[in-house]
């Protein structure tokens, strides 16, 4: 089993940055990937940003350019920033693990999610 704790959502200024926190603990295996998805209201839940733990990463042509994704392997723990923030941003961001926890199967595990709120 994988446990997600997410952390650093909350309500930000449009033009401003935020930086999300999301630490995984259990049975940890490699290869996985950490990433960030987000869901707005009435809409489908997207990927935003993700990064293997080679740290290759993968991101929206949206956030593209104005976001980082980063890992600390050590830690398992994925980051996210986002600057230049937009009205749009404003969605419920949910952590996502994709890996295995015993070294033979692979299943996705995701945190409770943590609201975003952009305003101008």
């Known amino acids: 089993q994988v446990q997600l704790v997410e952390s650093g959502g909350g309500l930000v200024q449009t033009g401003g940055s935020l930086r999300l926190s999301c630490a995984a603990s259990?049975?940890?295996?490699?290869?996985?990937?950490m990433g960030w998805y987000r869901q707005a209201p009435g809409k489908q839940r997207e990927l935003v940003a993700e990064?293997?733990?080679?740290?290759?990463?993968n991101y929206a042509d949206s956030v593209k350019g104005r976001s980082t994704i980063s890992r600390d392997n050590a830690k398992n723990t994925v980051y996210l920033q986002v600057y230049s923030l937009k009205l749009e941003d404003t969605a419920v961001y949910y952590c996502n693990f994709r890996g295995s926890d015993d070294g033979i199967r692979f299943r996705d595990y995701w945190g409770q999610g943590t609201q975003v709120t952009v305003s101008s």
């Open positions: 259990g049975s940890i295996f490699s290869p996985n990937v």
């Open positions: 990064s293997t733990s080679g740290s290759n990463t």
